[in-house]
């Protein structure tokens, strides 16, 4: 028999997580939006409360999440804010290609470094000619003695300008293209990095994203990731992780757009009754909360499914962010039409949280390409 019960250790992640957004995330939230400014007053204080790197070993300075439990957070960091949620789960994200193929000596070196700097990281795949066709990647990083030389142009890169290191994919054979994809851990402020201004955006402008410019950087090859050529088969592994993550973030915006928008319509009194009481209304609500239920079971099964290593994980992960990212946005468009001239303002946030949803849809992989994965699977 199924059971959707939480364990005491899940409602306390929830807890501990729910406690530090409404103390840190959504009394910043306006703030960063408004500032377009990296949150390091937050994420500072995430350290220093154990919010940063959840899924990450706890002998490297992580909470040693399973994917559910790491859900579970980010759901509620979600909720809170997700332009300052995603600036602690796109550190994650960068930080997963260690986790899963970092030797000990290395994660001990990088994972030491990251906390000690109480920082983040930022992830190096997207190119302008590289989005989410990753075979199109063209930076490359060729082997001379005991040293690769890195050259290349990445994009849309998420952390750039504020992180401590940059963990980045790069030909190693140029001929053989996304055969020789290989991963690289790099320090941010190694010499031949450029990073450009950073890119102004619709919402989640809390997080920053940046161009980067490499040219004759000199990587240690000791800094290398798992084997020469295994870099593509790192990338998936890792959204495979991630994109649930991002689902879960969708989860906790949907939800806040939802529940803001819940209790603005029973104290809205128009023609002499709230307006949650008039059925056009009343409904979208129910479609909302029904809408936030499924987004969840979704997640939390993707979750499951990748912690108990069950078949068909990768599919279930595409999956989830595909439907939890595009029910945020019709779930925040609703709120914004619920409250109407209240919902499209700024007072409430309602329409900050549809901006911010809207690149739940885009990053790591588009809704589109998620479709793409997905038919693929089911047909194959």
């Not at 929830?14 to 306006?30: G, M, Q, S």
């Not at 980010?74 to 332009?83: H, L, R, Y």
């Not at 030909?171 to 020789?180: F, K, N, Q, V, Y």
Request: with cysteine.
């Amino acid at each position: 028999m199924l059971d959707f019960s939480l364990s005491n250790k899940e409602t306390d992640i929830i807890e501990k997580y729910r406690d530090f957004t409404e103390r840190w995330f959504k009394p910043n939230a306006l703030k960063y939006d408004k500032l377009a400014e990296f949150p390091w007053e937050v994420v500072k204080a995430a350290y220093d409360e154990k919010i940063m790197n959840g899924p990450m070993p706890e002998k490297f300075g992580g909470n040693g999440f399973s994917l559910y439990e790491g859900a579970l957070a980010s759901e509620e960091m979600g909720a809170g804010c997700i332009g300052i949620g995603i600036c602690i789960d796109a550190s994650t994200l960068a930080l997963t290609p260690l986790f899963l193929a970092a030797n000990e000596k290395q994660q001990k070196k990088w994972f030491g470094r990251i906390v000690e700097d109480k920082g983040v990281a930022a992830y190096c795949l997207t190119e302008p000619n590289a989005g989410s066709d990753v075979a199109g990647i063209k930076s490359a990083a060729i082997k001379h003695g005991d040293k690769y030389i890195l050259n290349g142009h990445k994009r849309f890169i998420t952390n750039a300008e504020v992180s401590s290191f940059m963990t980045v994919f790069a030909l190693t054979e140029p001929d053989r293209g996304a055969r020789s994809l290989t991963a690289f851990v790099v320090p941010s402020d190694a010499p031949g990095i450029e990073i450009k201004p950073r890119l102004q955006k619709m919402g989640q402008k809390a997080s920053v994203q940046n161009e980067l410019i490499f040219t004759d950087v000199e990587i240690p090859a000791e800094n290398k990731l798992g084997e020469e050529g295994h870099g593509f088969l790192i990338a998936m592994k890792t959204f495979d992780r991630t994109r649930t993550g991002v689902a879960a973030l969708s989860v906790g915006g949907a939800r806040s757009a939802y529940e803001v928008s819940r209790d603005w319509a029973k104290k809205r009194i128009q023609f002499g009754q709230p307006i949650a009481s008039q059925q056009g209304v009343a409904f979208m609500l129910a479609d909302m909360a029904t809408d936030v239920e499924v987004a969840r079971l979704i997640t939390h099964k993707a979750a499951w499914a990748y912690d108990t290593q069950q078949k068909g994980f990768s599919l279930l992960s595409a999956m989830s962010k595909l439907r939890a990212s595009d029910i945020a946005m019709k779930v925040a468009t609703d709120a914004v039409q619920v409250m109407a001239g209240d919902g499209y303002s700024t007072d409430f946030g309602i329409e900050k949280i549809m901006r911010d949803v809207k690149l739940c849809q885009i990053y790591e992989g588009t809704n589109q390409v998620q479709r793409v994965v997905i038919s693929k699977a089911i047909l194959k």
